[in-house]
């Protein structure tokens, strides 16, 4: 099986996404033949990745405005030569770039190559907390309290769109996923690759401190969907019973506005000394940091499906607490590591945190973090549900016999 994907290979810009590929390529590299169409330059972790797998890769120029992707008919070009080209059996885009997403079905439709796209979280909308069955009425929800002045001009030139999700071939890669597209936009080719992500639990541990410094922990890509500023009234009503309670923050901000925004919110509510910001960390240096916290804050409010950070909380042996929404019920609703309290309630979630924080508590849900992510400790499996989910899109292509083949693929019509 030929495989040729197409992703940004930085982590720091492109996170989960990239760095479930950093971590899966060199698995997924000895089980099919792949290359990659990389969006830019490679950062230290995606070339140390692209060096141990030996993939084929064309780095192409990649930028863009905000949302949108910068000199797109130049790039689709250039993504239709490289195909052209090398002729795979099936096109990937790593995550869900909507201008490509749109522009390249086509463009291959003309080559006779078929192409899926792996969706990290939901088009257009990040993953909004009490979700209907319609998209438009989810979308008109949404628009009041969105602030970015290019994520209207992104929503509002691009809904026309959205019909595409209802026949563009999908990998789904979690239950949450899975839960609001097929909620959204039933009927497209579904192939779910499940685990499809992984820690590597033995660094971890390797890199655990001795003693706590931190009675809390946040991690996360610094934005407000990821619950920052909900960390500061947490802290806030933590204090209240617990004076001394400090917490570290793991990440790099959204931008220069986010991060002057919540310095300034940070100071306004006494909390300097209470927060210590860590900044952008990986390997080692990430885990000991957050391995020298008790427990882990993530208020996350729209942006997550998944969660690689919390995962990693839970390697750590750190019980975590969340607000409820789909991906903390669909992904960790049968663990008692993760707690979750009402939607947007900081008091509830400080409250909740004292609690872990007891002795007892403490111990029992490091033990419980610990299993849980014990389930989540294999890339190679990680590859080999990715693989699996690539054979059942081709499937029907290739007019394969094999039974459970072609019922791998779920259309909803069907």
């Known amino acids: 099986m030929r495989i040729m994907l197409i992703s940004d290979v930085d982590v720091e810009s492109g996170r989960g996404p990239v760095t479930r590929l950093a971590h899966v390529l060199p698995h997924l590299a000895r089980r099919a033949e792949v290359s990659l169409i990389a969006l830019g330059p490679a950062d230290a972790v995606c070339g140390r990745a692209l060096a141990d797998s030996e993939v084929s890769t064309r780095v192409v120029p990649f930028a863009l405005d905000g949302w949108r992707v910068r000199d797109l008919p130049a790039l689709v070009d250039r993504i239709r030569e490289a195909v052209a080209q090398d002729r795979p059996d099936l096109v990937v885009l790593y995550r869900e770039i909507w201008d490509l997403m749109h522009a390249l079905p086509p463009v291959l439709a003309r080559l006779g190559v078929p192409f899926a796209v792996m969706p990290h979280s939901v088009p257009f909308l990040d993953a909004v907390s009490r979700p209907t069955r319609s998209f438009t009425w989810d979308l008109v929800r949404r628009l009041p309290g969105e602030r970015r002045g290019h994520a209207w001009r992104y929503l509002l030139t691009h809904v026309h769109q959205v019909g595409l999700m209802r026949t563009l071939p999908r990998v789904v890669i ?27 639990l033995s660094a971890i541990t390797a890199a655990q401190p001795a003693e706590t410094r ?18 500061l009234r947490v802290m806030r009503h933590l204090r209240r019973v617990r004076p001394g309670a400090r917490m570290v923050v793991i990440g790099s901000f959204e931008s220069r506005r986010v991060e002057r925004a919540y310095l300034a919110a940070r100071d306004r509510l006494g909390l300097r000394d209470a927060i210590h910001l860590a900044g952008w960390l990986t390997g080692d240096e990430k885990y000991r940091l957050l391995g020298s916290a008790r427990t882990f804050c993530y208020p996350s409010r729209s942006a997550d499906t998944f969660s690689l950070c919390l995962l990693e909380a839970l390697g750590c042996g ?43 508590a403490q111990l029992r849900g ?39 083949q072609r019922n791998n693929v779920r259309n909803s019509r069907a």
């Open 214 to 231: 931190y009675d809390v922990a946040f991690m996360a890509k610094l934005t407000k969907g990821k619950g920052l500023f909900d960390t």
């Open 318 to 360: 750190l019980p975590a607490v969340c607000y409820d929404v789909p991906f903390a019920r669909l992904v960790y609703g049968d663990t008692l590591a993760v707690s979750t309290v009402r939607y947007g309630s900081a008091r509830a979630m400080a409250r909740r945190l004292d609690q872990l924080l007891t002795d007892e």
């Open 366 to 404: 490091s033990e419980e973090a610990l299993r849980f992510a014990s389930r989540y400790c294999s890339w190679s499996t990680v590859a080999d549900a990715e693989y699996a989910a690539y054979q059942a899109l081709l499937a029907p292509r290739h007019g394969a016999s094999a039974h459970g």
């Open 174 to 200: 979690n239950e949450t996923v899975d839960h609001y597209l097929e909620g959204y936009f039933p009927g497209a080719p579904t192939a779910r690759a499940i685990p499809g992500y992984a820690v590597d």
